[in-house]
């Protein structure tokens, strides 16, 4: 099975992607981060650090569980498929 590449598409997006990357970067102001918050900032808006964690990770562990479960059988071997499922395992192990 071959997979075609799309390269005009994805120079595309990666283009625009740095472009907006850059323009928030130019025009965003400073947030409070951590200890740095300011203290008027509303609560609600706050996470706890494990939320804050789990969102940092959730793409780290969604993108392979995707992939394992998007991709058909044949276009992995059986030692990939244990290797990114032992990667999405170990999230879960404390």
């Known amino acids: 099975m071959s997979v075609r590449c799309q390269e005009s598409p994805v120079l595309a997006g990666s283009a625009t992607l740095a472009a907006l990357g850059a323009l928030v970067l130019c ?9 740095y918050t300011e203290s008027r900032m509303p609560v609600a808006t706050r996470l706890s650090a494990r939320a804050a964690w789990f969102l940092q990770e959730l793409p780290s562990f969604a993108v392979p569980a ?5 991709q058909p059988r044949s276009l992995f071997g059986q030692p990939a498929t244990v290797l990114l499922g032992l990667f999405c395992a170990h999230y879960f192990h404390r």
């Open 27 to 35: 025009l965003a102001e400073p947030a409070g981060y951590g200890k």
């Open 66 to 70: 995707g992939i394992l479960a998007g």
